[in-house]
């Protein structure tokens, strides 16, 4: 299973909206997908079919998972029938568990990780959104992540802050997953607009262009339409230009985590 993260402390990057196509498109290739949510708004959630207020009653969701000593991730996955490639691990409104979660003393980067152990034999990929913050929900999911991707949209303050998040990641990195990928991707992009040729630019020489998608997410009505309808823009327009960027950023992901010479070495030899 690999492991996909997108992470910003900022919000308005396009994280969500990203983390919901990337998911999305690689089960309608075929893939099988995990999503976890670890944004407590549940936006993710919410765009994928699941019932916040429901939830919320419920308090099946991923930080009660990580809270649930004896807890199965199974247990508490959603799963809608319109994506049967597709599970997630959902996330709602929930006052006391940030509280709990912080409180913990032992290991508490690691729960996610621990409670994903058995998953890794199920799905492909797992695809994980990260709230606008550094807390502990994110550094859960940093601690999983292959690739951890940073959205970074056009404007003028899209690189403020970021010396945190990059110093926050290469510690995550350090302790637990040096082969960590890390590499920003330009989102709600205009390559026509000279704003935003200057932020690429600026994303570039910060990154170095080896660490920069060349994949760049348009700024299109499309994309927040789909939403609202509680759709990924890839299942419901095929013809949107934002389509083909998230189909090519798949592409380019696959390529960077070696999925592409993994998939030939087992057609080749028959192996799934």
Same mark, same amino acid.
Request: a neutral charge; one cysteine or more; glycine letters at 6%.
């Given at each position: 299973?690999?492991?996909?993260?997108?992470?910003?402390?900022?919000?308005?990057?396009? %994280?969500?909206?990203?983390?919901?196509?990337?998911?999305?498109?690689?089960?309608?290739k075929?893939?099988?997908?995990?999503?976890?949510?670890?944004?407590?708004?549940?936006?993710?959630?919410?765009?994928?079919?699941?019932?916040?207020?429901?939830?919320?009653?419920? %308090?099946?969701?991923?930080?009660?998972?990580?809270?649930?000593?004896?807890?199965?991730?199974?247990?508490?996955?959603?799963?809608?029938?319109?994506?049967?490639?597709?599970?997630?691990?959902?996330?709602?409104?929930?006052?006391?568990?940030?509280?709990?979660?912080?409180?913990?003393?032992?290991?508490?980067?690691?729960?996610?990780?621990?409670?994903?152990?058995?998953?890794?034999?199920h799905?492909?990929?797992?695809?994980?959104?990260?709230?606008?913050?550094?807390?502990?929900?994110t550094?859960?999911?940093?601690?999983?992540?292959?690739?951890?991707i940073?959205?970074?949209?056009?404007s003028?303050?899209?690189?403020?802050?970021? $010396?945190?998040?990059?110093?926050?990641?290469?510690?995550?990195?350090?302790? /637990?997953?040096?082969?960590?990928?890390?590499?920003?991707?330009?989102?709600? /992009?205009n390559?026509? @607009?000279?704003?935003?040729? @200057?932020?690429?630019?600026?994303?570039?020489?910060?990154?170095?262009?080896?660490?920069?998608?060349?994949?760049?997410?348009p700024?299109?009505?499309?994309?927040?339409e789909?939403?609202?309808?509680?759709?990924?823009?890839?299942?419901?327009?095929?013809?949107?230009?934002?389509?083909? $960027?998230?189909?090519?950023?798949?592409?380019?992901?696959?390529?960077?985590?070696?999925?592409?010479?993994?998939?030939?070495?087992?057609?080749?030899?028959?192996?799934?």
């Amino acid at each position: 299973m690999k492991t996909i993260v997108l992470a910003n402390h900022k919000g308005g990057c396009a %994280k969500t909206t990203t983390a919901l196509n990337l998911a999305v498109g690689l089960a309608l290739k075929g893939e099988r997908v995990l999503v976890v949510d670890l944004d407590l708004q549940g936006n993710l959630s919410a765009a994928l079919g699941a019932d916040l207020e429901e939830l919320e009653q419920s %308090k099946r969701t991923v930080h009660r998972l990580m809270l649930d000593p004896n807890g199965d991730y199974t247990q508490y996955l959603f799963r809608n029938p319109e994506r049967p490639r597709l599970d997630l691990l959902p996330a709602s409104l929930d006052v006391d568990v940030k509280p709990s979660l912080d409180a913990l003393s032992v290991n508490r980067e690691l729960r996610l990780k621990n409670k994903l152990i058995q998953a890794k034999r199920h799905y492909d990929y797992c695809v994980i959104d990260t709230p606008p913050s550094l807390g502990v929900s994110t550094l859960n999911g940093l601690v999983m992540a292959d690739l951890v991707i940073i959205p970074i949209e056009t404007s003028l303050f899209a690189l403020l802050g970021l $010396a945190q998040l990059l110093r926050t990641v290469a510690e995550v990195r350090l302790a /637990h997953s040096p082969e960590q990928w890390v590499m920003a991707l330009s989102t709600i /992009h205009n390559a026509r @607009q000279n704003l935003d040729k @200057q932020i690429r630019a600026k994303v570039v020489a910060k990154f170095t262009e080896q660490f920069v998608f060349n994949t760049t997410i348009p700024r299109l009505v499309s994309v927040g339409e789909a939403t609202a309808r509680l759709k990924a823009v890839v299942e419901s327009d095929s013809d949107s230009p934002a389509t083909f $960027a998230f189909f090519q950023l798949t592409g380019e992901i696959r390529s960077i985590l070696g999925d592409e010479e993994e998939r030939e070495t087992r057609n080749r030899f028959g192996t799934r």
